[in-house]
């Protein structure tokens, strides 16, 4: 069923202005994968595109990583002043708290409540995340063709001669 759902149309621009994207297509054939594991992830994913993360989406994943990764879990106070001082903005609690509960219906966060405080960590890895844009760009751009995709990523990179060689290196260490 993954494999299906790159044949729907999906709008990607109203994805990139962070607007919601739609569970049904126009002709009411759901689009989701209803807690599928993902690509072989571990990952549970209730819509494939949904995973897609706006810009400020990503800058509270950002905080949530480096605060998981040291173990601990994060208020939304907490987070606040982490967005404010690493991101030099001013978010208030409400949109914070609704860009959290849409990460949370993502699947890509989490929190457990404590009396009146909630605590958020993410559920996935930075690298988990950067996996299933790779599959992403893989599926939406080049169906799925590898060879095609790493020519155009090394083409546009205008890499050097050294970083070339160490291009072939790792893809000889494989």
Same mark, same amino acid.
């Given at each position: 069923?993954?494999?299906?759902?790159?044949?729907?149309?999906?709008?990607?621009?109203?994805?990139?202005?962070?607007?919601?994207?739609?569970?049904?297509?126009?002709?009411?054939?759901?689009?989701?994968?209803?807690?599928?594991?993902?690509?072989?992830?571990?990952?549970?994913?209730?819509?494939?595109?949904?995973?897609?993360?706006?810009?400020?989406?990503?800058?509270?994943?950002?905080?949530?990583?480096?605060?998981?990764?040291?173990?601990?879990?994060?208020?939304?106070?907490?987070?606040?002043?982490?967005?404010?001082?690493?991101?030099?903005?001013?978010?208030?609690?409400?949109?914070?708290?609704?860009? @959290?509960?849409?990460?949370?219906?993502? =699947?890509?966060?989490?929190?457990?409540? %404590? !009396?009146? #405080?909630?605590?958020?960590?993410?559920?996935?890895?930075?690298?988990?995340?950067?996996?299933?844009?790779?599959?992403? @760009?893989?599926?939406?751009?080049?169906? =799925?063709?590898?060879?095609?995709?790493? %020519? !155009?990523? #090394?083409?546009?990179?205008?890499?050097?001669?050294?970083?070339?060689?160490?291009?072939?290196?790792?893809?000889?260490? @494989?």
């Amino acid at each position: 069923m993954v494999d299906m759902i790159k044949y729907y149309h999906i709008d990607l621009k109203k994805i990139k202005r962070g607007g919601a994207i739609p569970s049904q297509n126009k002709h009411n054939h759901f689009l989701g994968v209803s807690r599928m594991d993902y690509a072989g992830l571990g990952i549970h994913l209730r819509m494939r595109n949904h995973m897609l993360l706006t810009q400020s989406e990503v800058e509270i994943m950002e905080i949530l990583w480096e605060t998981g990764a040291e173990g601990k879990k994060i208020t939304i106070l907490e987070l606040i002043d982490a967005i404010n001082s690493k991101y030099d903005r001013e978010l208030k609690r409400q949109t914070v708290s609704t860009f @959290l509960s849409h990460l949370v219906s993502k =699947g890509v966060a989490d929190y457990t409540k %404590k !009396s009146k #405080i909630s605590y958020y960590v993410p559920v996935i890895t930075r690298e988990e995340y950067a996996a299933i844009l790779h599959k992403e @760009l893989l599926d939406t751009w080049y169906n =799925g063709d590898v060879v095609s995709c790493v %020519k !155009s990523l #090394i083409t546009n990179a205008k890499l050097s001669k050294k970083e070339m060689e160490k291009v072939k290196e790792e893809i000889n260490a @494989l």
